[in-house]
């Protein structure tokens, strides 16, 4: 599986970004997208299941994130809204080969690289 993400950049606080994760390869299950801020551990930011579209959000986020997918064009997307300073980091897509309730970070085995995203105050 072959992620490729995009879509990162600056913008102020209050603005808005979407995030563009063009997948390939086989097929998987579970998509997400996570973050690393300077000096943080890597944390979900959200994900879903692939083909059911049960979504799961951090509690930071929630509200103004938004996960979806085009299954036509196998791509994920992350609609951030209200971005605030602390969403600064730099944002990974992740995928799974298997979907279950409570998945965690560790059963993403398939990443993108990164992309920066920096929300100026």
């Known amino acids: 599986v072959q992620l490729q993400a995009s879509g990162g950049g600056l913008v102020q606080a209050g603005g808005s970004l979407r995030l563009s994760c063009a997948t390939s390869?086989?097929?998987?299950?579970?998509v997400g997208w996570f973050r690393r801020a300077p000096g943080k551990e890597r944390e979900l930011v959200a994900i879903m299941n692939w083909r059911g579209g049960t979504k799961t959000y951090a509690d930071s986020v929630k509200g103004r994130f938004t996960i979806s997918r085009d299954n036509l064009n196998n791509t994920v997307y992350l609609r951030m809204n209200s971005l605030k300073p602390e969403d600064t980091a730099v944002y990974y897509c992740?995928?799974?080969?298997?979907?279950?309730?409570?998945?965690?970070?560790?059963?993403?085995?398939?990443w993108g690289q990164g992309t920066q995203v920096t929300v100026s105050s």
């Open positions: 992740a995928a799974s080969s298997t979907w279950f309730s409570g998945i965690k970070e560790r059963d993403f085995t398939y």
């Open positions: 390869g086989r097929t998987v299950s579970g």
